[in-house]
């Protein structure tokens, strides 16, 4: 009896603990995470895909402000979309000691060996924004993702003037796991509609490394396919937004075909506030960034870090963090990222008539 009430305890523990995730867990690699001393200084390694987009400047900042107020090190390493690069990258701040990576893949499938070795060393791993598949990473924090698809397609759908409506779909990089997500949220939206007959899609297709200028050229082929007949465009985020709209110039259509987004880029917000660009999915970064900081901290002391979901990667259910993202258009720009100071009315309006700037 006594055997089995140990069991049973045993069991109960487990799953009081399933919503923690500990710096001192072993890893199915073998490895056993390092615990620092509570006034150990914490060295991070952030290894960053790419800084080429303004959010991903955000990123960095936020990370390094973040790590500076809590007095942590931050050794900060941008592969340039190159997977071999962020590898060695990665390894390189292996070899220097650090006590934690935040890792920003782009390629989520092949990160997974920088979490194998990083594991081999006892170092912990934090999948940032992207996830890393099929790996034992310790951390996944990210906004909804999916949603995020959800509520670009429905906002153009509610906004739609006409049914059957044509649909353009551009997504995000192939080898970006939130490409993929942003795409289910997109369907869970879009495909009861297009059962229905309701919503026909013209095109749908991935663009090249989120670039502008592999959206543009789907958007004209759309175009061109449709006889300009195109109600919306699905972009995915900003930068293929400003390519979905360069295509709609090029045939008289920019203003009058609906175009969502994502990251509220300022030269985006500019087209939302010209009427050109109509939506985009803001994310405060600063939550993220600071919440990757803190939790990188917390797990290169064993301590726990508290989780609200767990997130499959095919490899197991990870741990997350998801932040809430928050739909911007013309309307309500001054009451969400304007008055969070992410950008500011005076920056969004800098060379536009003054007739179209919002009034405060």
């Not at 951390?139 to 739609?160: C, F, N, P, R, W």
């Not at 008289?252 to 994502?262: D, F, N, T």
Request: hydrophobic share 40%.
């Amino acid at each position: 009896m006594s055997r089995l009430i140990l069991v049973l305890g045993i069991v109960l523990s487990a799953l009081v603990l399933g919503a923690c995730v500990s710096g001192t867990q072993q890893s199915n690699n073998g490895g056993v995470t390092k615990k620092k001393g509570p006034n150990d200084r914490i060295r991070i390694g952030f290894s960053m895909d790419t800084v080429k987009e303004e959010r991903w400047q955000r990123d960095r900042e936020l990370v390094i402000k973040r790590a500076g107020e809590i007095g942590a090190d931050v050794d900060v390493q941008v592969a340039n979309g190159n997977d071999s690069d962020q590898i060695k990258q990665a390894e390189n701040m292996l070899t220097q000691g650090v006590d934690v990576l935040i890792v920003a893949p782009h390629n989520g499938e092949i990160a997974a060996s920088i979490v194998e070795a990083a594991h081999k060393q006892g170092v912990p791993v934090i999948s940032y924004d992207r996830l890393i598949k099929n790996s034992d990473v310790d951390l996944y924090i990210s906004h909804q993702v999916v949603k995020m698809g959800e509520m670009q397609a429905k906002y153009l759908l509610d906004h739609v003037s006409k049914r059957p409506a044509n649909f353009v779909i551009v997504g995000g990089s192939p080898t970006d796991n939130n490409a993929l997500l942003l795409h289910e949220g997109q369907m869970n939206v879009l495909k009861p509609l297009v059962d229905s007959g309701q919503v026909k899609i013209v095109a749908d297709q991935y663009a090249k490394e989120w670039q502008a200028s592999a959206a543009l050229n789907i958007v004209e082929n759309a175009l061109t396919q449709a006889h300009n007949q195109v109600d919306a465009v699905v972009a995915s985020n900003d930068g293929t937004a400003r390519g979905a709209v360069q295509a709609l110039e090029g045939q008289g259509l920019a203003g009058k075909v609906l175009v969502s987004g994502q990251d509220a880029d300022l030269a985006s917000l500019k087209l939302i506030v010209e009427g050109k660009q109509t939506m985009t999915i803001y994310k405060p970064i600063q939550p993220l960034a600071y919440g990757a900081v803190d939790a990188a901290v917390k797990l290169a002391r064993g301590e726990k870090v508290e989780t609200t979901e767990t997130i499959d990667n095919g490899f197991k259910k990870v741990p997350a963090i998801l932040l809430e993202p928050v739909a911007v258009d013309r309307n309500n720009l001054l009451t969400t990222l304007v008055k969070d100071g992410y950008h500011t009315l005076q920056d969004i309006c800098a060379g536009l008539p003054p007739e179209k700037c919002p009034k405060p």
